[in-house]
């Protein structure tokens, strides 16, 4: 019991970084059909402007939660600009023309910035910084045969907090009115006055935010970086917004807890090889036989 | 043109095929004395090279489908093949003659199993467009990977070593040559119209009478059976397989000599293929210069680059005669009827 439930605790960790990606592909998907291949690598980018600021700032020097605020805000921030500058610089000049060019193109970008990720950081893993001390014994929470890394529980919370805030600006906000509209039809927005191209890039900073973000926490849990690091997380995340109907962005939430869970159970009860093939298995059963997802039905609300 | 005419110019261009395999074949007993080893080498993986993006390129460029799993489908066909020679007796890989028959038998099977493959992974482009494909196949991919990598008996994460050395250059070339005519023969008899009908438009080739479900998937089981066949061919140049050498990289260094050269343009392919395999071989000695792997960084440049600005690769759709009429017209040459025509 307590193995299952430390698997659990696992898997809830993975699935809400899984679920900061998916929630950018989710967006983007939404808001223009597209696969941002390119998404995986925005996090990569995140952890490693995290790694960087902490070590230039010396944030590592007093870990704290203030620490790791700041490091995660100046990831947002720089992988916002990125996500910008891949919209701006590959994707608008493409809209209108046919999906298959896009597509290709948001594979070459993923490419560009996996290899000059290693032109510029160097292409063996790096450590990233302990922001974080835990106050309690050997870094670990047990309860009883339970144990469990007190990161990982601050990974949930601020994952929690970011996707509360997201839904915030997504049904609150004027621009998360504009997002909705613009999803739901660019002429139309457009005949309403919604700047549809303004909106289409504050759509993908938000979503590259987030997976700063992840980047950062991920770099939290397992300190251990590399600018490869983005491919299998970046397809296993948008395995998980297909899982939970993709251009639904609770939904992306669930499909990466659900598929966090999974893996944690595979890797825990069986063998930790088959933990990538099952997520791809699990992508081609639902494609094949529920393709809208968990959540996608037509009723639903898309961003 | 009357039907015998029609005849003898097919002929004439069958012709034109035998002769490259025959000089192939010539060539092969003297092309090692005359380039040094490593441009043989390159020279090896061109020609796979040019098996890979001619198949690849019946799938994503003739027929729309956009496949991201090529390098699985190589991969059962290495793994096919080696796993064959593996279990005869020695003299199957030693003996001159029954050795190259073995291998012309190993071939065949490896490329069947790569179409069956190529079928199951064919059968959920039935339901399946644009994106959504390319993401499964790339799973599907991804998939046969971990099982070999999960497979003991063919070496799992290990490797499999000391596969017999096959692949000669006339083999390699034969595959090639053979790949290009089969697909070229295909795209330009009925059956290759449908397989651009259903590039173009689904609903419309279904309406016109063309089964569309049944032609995504020959494309896919055709593509994979060239495919498998270059896996073999692959595994008994490099001696050597391991599952790693068929991740998704390898599948999108395919997609990019094909949409360099051109979705929809058997020429594009080859000519992509070369330029890129040797492309690669210079950007390795500019490696050893800088320190830094530009390879990558250049090819997907290219491929952004491309997009934006080129969208249908170098060739386009167009294929050799028609870029050769082109030439000539560009540069003055004129048939005779033409000048009469200008005359007046």
Partial sequence: MTEFLQHLVNGLSLGSIYALI???????????????????????????????????????????????????????VGCAIVGF????????????????????????????????????????????????????????????????????????????????????????????????????????????????????????????????????????VYPKIEPLMGVMPGLKAFIAAVLGGIGNVVGAVVGALVL????????????????????FILMILILLYKPTGLFGTKRTEKV | MDLSLQKTARLKSFGGWGAAVAAIWILNFFIQDIVDPYVFSVIMYAGINITL?????????????????????????????????????????????????????????????????????????????????????LGFGEIIRVIILNVDAIGGARGLPSIPQLSSFAWVYTVAVVTTFTIWQLIKSSQGRAFMSVREDEIAAESMGVDTTKTKVQAFVIG???????????????????????????????????????????????????LLTALKEVLRDLKEY???????????????VFMLTRPNGIFGTRELPEIISDLKKKFGYRKKSDKVGSKS
């Fill in chain 1, 22 to 76: 998916a929630i950018g592909y989710t967006m983007v998907f939404g808001i223009l059909q597209l696969i941002n291949f390119a998404h995986g690598e925005v996090y990569m980018v995140g952890a490693f402007i995290g790694m960087y600021s902490s070590v230039y700032l010396k944030l590592a020097e007093n870990p704290s939660i203030g620490s790791l605020l700041i490091a995660m805000t100046l990831a947002m």
């Fill in chain 1, 85 to 220: 500058l891949i919209e701006k610089l590959a994707y608008r000049p493409l809209r209108g023309s046919p999906r298959i060019n896009v597509l290709i193109t948001a594979v070459g970008v993923s490419l560009f910035l996996q290899y000059s990720g290693q032109l510029v950081f160097g292409s063996s893993p790096q450590f990233f910084p302990e922001l974080y001390k835990s106050s309690a014994e050997g870094g670990i929470w047990s309860f009883g045969e339970l144990k469990i890394n007190p990161l990982q529980t601050i990974v949930l919370g601020i994952s929690v907090c970011l996707m509360i805030a997201l839904q915030f600006i997504i049904f609150k906000t004027r621009l998360g009115r504009a997002m909705r509209a613009v999803s739901f039809s660019h002429d139309n927005a457009s005949l309403m006055g919604i700047p549809t191209n303004r909106v289409i890039s504050y759509t993908f900073m938000l979503g590259s935010a987030l997976a700063g973000a992840a980047g950062v926490l991920v770099g939290l």
């Fill in chain 1, 260 to 279: 966090g869970l999974a893996e944690a159970l595979v890797v825990g009860y069986w063998a930790p090889t088959f933990r990538d093939a099952l997520a």
């Fill in chain 2, 53 to 137: 993006a001619v198949s690849l390129n019946l799938i994503n460029g003739f027929t729309g489908q956009f496949s991201m799993g090529h390098a699985g489908f190589m991969s059962v066909g290495g793994y096919i093949s080696a796993f064959i020679f593996m279990n005869l007796p020695p003299e199957f890989s030693h003996d001159p003659i029954l050795s190259q028959f073995t291998f012309v038998g190993a071939l065949i099977v490896a490329g069947l199993g790569a179409a069956l493959i190529g079928y199951i992974v064919g059968l959920p482009s039935l339901r399946l467009r644009g994106d959504y494909l390319a993401i499964v196949t």
């Fill in chain 2, 224 to 274: 994979a059976f060239f495919a498998g066949i270059a896996g073999a061919l692959f595994g008994h140049y490099l001696r050597y397989l391991n599952p790693q050498t068929f991740d998704f990289n390898r599948s999108f260094e395919i997609i990019i000599i094909v949409v360099l050269g051109g979705m929809g343009s058997i020429t594009g392919s080859i000519f992509s293929a070369v």
């Fill in chain 2, 290 to 304: 800088t320190g830094v792997d530009l390879r990558m960084i250049i090819y997907s440049l290219l491929l952004i």
